[in-house]
């Protein structure tokens, strides 16, 4: 498996985890939980930032923030 299929199987399965994440705070309504929800939604917004042209577009750039988001 090269190392970009690798990263986007990773990229994917970190976002499903955080979707479901938002999923679940988004029906609490307890201040701390929709501020967790908030973080949630600005992390992924950053992703959907990076991946805006598509996976085929990602530049060595884009897969070093990536790996960055990752962490």
Request: proline fraction near 0%.
């Amino acid at each position: 498996m090269d190392k970009k299929k690798e990263l986007m199987d990773r990229i994917e399965a970190k976002k499903r985890e955080m979707e479901a994440k938002l999923y679940e705070a988004k029906a609490d309504a307890r201040a701390e939980v929709r501020e967790k929800a908030e973080a949630l939604q600005a992390k992924l917004d950053e992703l959907n930032g990076y991946l805006k042209d598509g996976w085929d577009k990602v530049t060595d750039d884009i897969v070093g923030k990536l790996n960055d988001w990752l962490k």
